[in-house]
């Protein structure tokens, strides 16, 4: 049924918008996730999500303790509308309820913080599982939640008087350094499997579509009729 509303959607689409759809899901990924914890200046966390958008990572996980996020549209460009935010509130347990959840799922909990146990970013083991990256404010970090519960811990060498990085800047380092090594690396199974990448296609596609949902609409009416 998807595959029929996909190319029934698909005709209101210029054919560079097609392309770009299918480029994209051809590099998207779950195999990393980024978790951002009560960032409270939007700027900031628009502008990392723009850069999971450029390196395709799938899932954003923000968690509201103290600030509720919303995207900032002069820096995140609308990017988030081809992510996956997933928020963590006092009802999904913030913290700890986000690490109990991504265990679940089977990934790894790296804080990326300098730490006794940490390991750099060029020496970092994709290969152990997918992983979920911990990124914390500027001004206080990350919470204890995180540290006391990690896995791993990454850091981003640093060799001048700072330090540490903007977390946009931090973000974007540690993403593109990871996700690169991830698509080179050809015994990891990173991509999309088939039913998620048919799922994220018709979202995207109904995102770009002007009135979507009433065109879909129509479409299963004239199917249904069709079959009678």
Aim: with cysteine; hydrophobic share 35%; proline share 2%.
């Amino acid at each position: 049924m998807d595959d029929r509303l996909i190319e029934y959607l698909s005709q209101f689409l210029t054919d560079s918008r097609k392309e770009a759809i299918q480029s994209a899901l051809s590099f998207r990924t779950r195999y990393l996730t980024v978790c951002l914890e009560d960032i409270y200046q939007s700027q900031n966390a628009s502008a990392v999500l723009r850069s999971c958008d450029c390196f395709g990572i799938q899932d954003v996980h923000i968690v509201e303790r103290e600030h509720r996020f919303t995207p900032n549209p002069m820096v995140a460009k609308g990017t988030y509308k081809w992510l996956d935010l997933h928020r963590y509130r006092e009802e999904q347990g913030y913290t700890p309820g986000l690490i109990k959840s991504l265990r679940e799922n089977g990934y790894r909990i790296v804080a990326t913080t300098p730490h006794q146990s940490d390991v750099s970013l060029e020496n970092f083991d994709l290969t152990k599982g997918k992983v979920a990256l911990f990124m914390g404010t500027e001004h206080s970090g990350l919470s204890s939640d995180v540290l006391d519960n990690a896995d791993e811990y990454l850091k981003i060498p640093i060799y001048g008087f700072a330090e540490s990085l903007n977390i946009s800047v931090a973000a974007a380092i540690i993403i593109h350094h990871l996700s690169l090594r991830l698509r080179n690396d050809s015994n990891i199974a990173w991509r999309l499997d088939e039913a998620d990448k048919k799922a994220q296609h018709l979202k995207w596609i109904k995102a770009c579509v002007k009135n979507s949902e009433l065109l879909s609409s129509h479409f299963f009416k004239n199917l249904q009729l069709n079959s009678q």
